[in-house]
Protein backbone atom coordinates (compact mmCIF):
# COMPACT_ATOMS: atom_id res chain seq x y z
CA UNK A 1 0.00 0.00 0.00
CA UNK A 2 2.45 2.16 1.06
CA UNK A 3 4.36 1.85 -2.38
CA UNK A 4 1.19 2.78 -4.29
CA UNK A 5 0.62 5.75 -2.53
CA UNK A 6 4.73 7.03 -2.92
CA UNK A 7 3.85 6.15 -6.87
CA UNK A 8 0.83 8.32 -7.30
CA UNK A 9 2.68 10.72 -5.03
CA UNK A 10 5.29 10.45 -7.66
CA UNK A 11 2.75 11.22 -10.79
CA UNK A 12 1.25 14.12 -9.11
CA UNK A 13 4.62 15.66 -7.85
CA UNK A 14 5.91 15.21 -11.72
CA UNK A 15 2.40 16.60 -13.63
CA UNK A 16 2.91 19.86 -11.01
CA UNK A 17 6.58 20.68 -12.34
CA UNK A 18 5.31 19.88 -16.23
CA UNK A 19 2.48 22.30 -15.53
CA UNK A 20 4.91 25.20 -13.61
CA UNK A 21 7.45 24.86 -16.54
CA UNK A 22 5.63 26.66 -18.97
CA UNK A 23 7.71 29.61 -19.69
CA UNK A 24 6.21 32.90 -21.03
CA UNK A 25 7.56 35.32 -23.39
CA UNK A 26 4.79 38.08 -23.44
CA UNK A 27 6.20 41.59 -24.26
CA UNK A 28 9.30 43.37 -26.31
CA UNK A 29 12.83 41.55 -26.88
CA UNK A 30 16.18 42.91 -28.16
CA UNK A 31 17.89 40.23 -29.93
CA UNK A 32 21.19 40.01 -31.28
CA UNK A 33 21.35 37.79 -34.57
CA UNK A 34 24.82 36.33 -35.95
CA UNK A 35 24.44 34.79 -39.50
CA UNK A 36 26.73 33.41 -42.02
CA UNK A 37 26.62 36.33 -43.97
CA UNK A 38 26.67 39.38 -40.76
CA UNK A 39 24.45 40.39 -37.90
CA UNK A 40 21.93 42.06 -36.57
CA UNK A 41 20.05 43.76 -33.83
CA UNK A 42 15.99 42.91 -34.53
CA UNK A 43 13.46 43.78 -31.72
CA UNK A 44 10.59 41.02 -31.64
CA UNK A 45 7.35 41.75 -29.42
CA UNK A 46 5.14 38.46 -28.54
CA UNK A 47 1.67 37.64 -27.14
CA UNK A 48 1.78 34.20 -25.97
CA UNK A 49 -2.04 32.10 -25.53
CA UNK A 50 -0.67 29.22 -23.88
CA UNK A 51 1.49 27.45 -25.95
CA UNK A 52 0.28 29.86 -28.93
CA UNK A 53 2.70 32.51 -29.78
CA UNK A 54 1.92 35.05 -32.34
CA UNK A 55 3.83 38.86 -32.63
CA UNK A 56 6.23 41.28 -34.62
CA UNK A 57 9.92 41.11 -35.94
CA UNK A 58 11.28 44.74 -36.82
CA UNK A 59 14.99 44.73 -38.11
CA UNK A 60 16.97 45.12 -41.44
CA UNK A 61 14.34 42.61 -43.27
CA UNK A 62 11.44 45.22 -42.33
CA UNK A 63 8.52 44.69 -40.15
CA UNK A 64 6.46 40.97 -40.62
CA UNK A 65 4.10 39.27 -38.56
CA UNK A 66 5.83 36.17 -36.64
CA UNK A 67 3.79 32.88 -35.66
CA UNK A 68 5.29 30.11 -33.47
CA UNK A 69 4.62 27.94 -30.39
CA UNK A 70 6.63 27.83 -26.68
CA UNK A 71 6.65 24.14 -24.88
CA UNK A 72 8.08 24.53 -21.71
CA UNK A 73 10.68 26.37 -21.80
CA UNK A 74 11.30 25.45 -25.82
CA UNK A 75 10.36 28.30 -28.32
CA UNK A 76 10.40 27.76 -32.05
CA UNK A 77 8.75 30.82 -34.45
CA UNK A 78 8.81 32.31 -37.45
CA UNK A 79 8.30 35.49 -40.22
CA UNK A 80 9.01 35.89 -43.86
CA UNK A 81 11.94 37.28 -44.75
CA UNK A 82 12.80 39.19 -48.10
CA UNK A 83 11.27 36.13 -50.12
CA UNK A 84 12.14 33.09 -47.73
CA UNK A 85 11.14 32.01 -44.54
CA UNK A 86 13.00 32.70 -41.47
CA UNK A 87 13.09 29.82 -38.25
CA UNK A 88 14.40 30.42 -34.92
CA UNK A 89 14.68 27.66 -32.08
CA UNK A 90 15.96 28.12 -28.75
CA UNK A 91 15.56 27.55 -25.22
CA UNK A 92 14.20 29.96 -22.63
CA UNK A 93 15.94 31.29 -19.23
CA UNK A 94 13.78 33.50 -17.44
CA UNK A 95 14.26 36.99 -19.46
CA UNK A 96 16.94 35.70 -21.50
CA UNK A 97 16.97 33.36 -24.79
CA UNK A 98 19.07 31.68 -27.28
CA UNK A 99 19.27 29.32 -30.18
CA UNK A 100 19.53 28.83 -33.56
CA UNK A 101 17.41 30.46 -36.60
CA UNK A 102 17.71 29.90 -40.40
CA UNK A 103 16.74 32.46 -42.79
CA UNK A 104 16.62 30.06 -45.78
CA UNK A 105 19.21 31.34 -49.01
CA UNK A 106 20.15 33.95 -46.77
CA UNK A 107 22.23 32.17 -44.06
CA UNK A 108 22.17 30.12 -41.26
CA UNK A 109 23.06 31.72 -37.64
CA UNK A 110 23.07 32.16 -33.86
CA UNK A 111 21.12 33.94 -31.43
CA UNK A 112 20.95 35.47 -28.14
CA UNK A 113 17.92 37.82 -26.53
CA UNK A 114 16.95 39.70 -23.29
CA UNK A 115 14.05 40.69 -22.81
CA UNK A 116 13.13 44.77 -22.61
Known amino acids: ?61 GNAAVTGTVKGNQIEFRFGAQGSEAVYVGTIDGDTMSGTCDYGGVGEGTWEADRE
Request: glycine content about 14%; overall charge negative.
Open 1 to 61: MQKLILGVLVVVAMAAVGVSAQADVAGSWQFVVELDLGGGDPTFVFEQDGETLTGTYEGAF
